[in-house]
């Protein structure tokens, strides 16, 4: 059974920090691209980042500079590092796992508010 499980949300205040963490069971992490997304209110779901199985990064402009994703092959799991957070980060987050077939987490929510 394959379980992709966000952690980390929460609420932070602007200029704050959170770093998201996703492990994932029940698939060859290794092979697999991850990805980070998120969707606010009444917004479709965009891309934040992916990273490729061989450590490669790509990441939205919006979060390019404040955000960085990593994964430990290790741990399986994939990681979203957020600094200088501002209100229009606020979202739900989405980790997505990517080979021969899409899976994707529960999501966990992230609040930037004073």
């Known amino acids: 059974q394959v379980q992709l499980v966000e952690s980390g949300g929460g609420l932070v205040q602007p200029g704050g920090s959170l770093r998201l963490s996703c492990a994932t069971s029940g698939i060859t992490f290794r092979l697999y691209a991850m990805g980070w997304y998120r969707q606010a209110p009444g917004k479709q779901r965009d891309l934040v980042a992916t990273?490729?199985?061989?450590?490669?990064?790509n990441y939205a402009e919006s979060v390019e500079g404040r955000f960085t994703i990593s994964r430990d092959n290790a741990k399986s799991t994939v990681y979203l590092q957020m600094n200088s957070l501002k209100p229009e980060d606020t979202a739900v987050y989405y980790c997505?796992?990517?080979?021969?077939?899409?899976?994707w987490g529960q999501g966990t929510q992230v609040t930037v508010s004073s």
């Open positions: 990273i490729t199985k061989d450590g490669g990064t």
């Open positions: 997505k796992g990517s080979y021969w077939q899409n899976y």
